[in-house]
């Protein structure tokens, strides 16, 4: 591939995944000069009707990507990051992750949580989402759904759910944020580790084409998704797991708080850690390793 060629950028071909993987296109465009274009590419988590959480989550929107990328039918992909399984996959480079978006979970419906009736239907996906959820309100009715944003939506719209929770940047990328009712603040709600976060990758050793990319590239953003992603894998838990973590880099420290929860909401650890966005990783794994000592453990496995 010569330098005018456009680059082939892999992505998810539902409307979330292409509208985030077009602003990185645009944005790779204004900073360096080149073409990109977009190919669609169908993933078992696009097709499956199981729930994610039988999958054991991690990874399933995710293969398909890597196996274009290894193949060289594209030059790159774009992922939401919570979606990357913990372990690196030495055939692929995590080449920049651009500036985070809004990290915050959102509940779509007309009423904020508080104000649901007792027994109302929300809808979610995630036991993370579930487990935190209950600790806030255990007198709701929590149910699984799958499907894009749209088909989730249109559930509250025709009264089959009172109401549902999706994570607020892929509300904003494709414009529905005005269906939100509550934004949950971290003190009420830790999100997914890396939520809100893209994951730009490509092949292995394409020194040339990773040095292009890296100027999509946010340190911050960077360090604190990787203290995150540390909690989870020091953890052993997957994306189906009632874990959340969220750290940000104020200044010179990297600040780090991360909880898990068990699925009935009546019992959590929750730990907070400081220290240099240099040692994101080191700060991820002692703050899980201290969680593991008071039984995080366990509390996943109840």
Known sequence: MNDTDPLRLGTRRSLMATTQSQMVADRLTELTGRAVELVGVTTFGDVTKAQLTQLGGTGVFVSALRDKLIEGEIDFAVHSLKDLPTAPDPKVTLVATPTRHDYRDA?????????????????????????????????LDYVPIRGNADTRIAKVQ???LDAIVLAAAGLARIGRTSEISQLFEVEEMLPAPGQGSLAVECRAGRADLAELLGVLDDPATRAAVAAERSVLATLEAGCAAPVGAFAVVAGHTLNLTAVVVALDGRRAIRKSAAGPPSGAVELGRDLATAMVAEGAGMLMGE
């Not at 009736?117 to 809808?123: D, E, L």
């Open 158 to 160: 025709a009264g089959e």
């Open 107 to 139: 509940l779509v419906g007309d009423a904020k949580l508080a104000d649901l009736p007792a027994g109302a239907k929300v809808g979610t996906g995630s036991p993370r989402r579930v487990a935190q959820l209950r600790m806030l309100r255990p007198d």
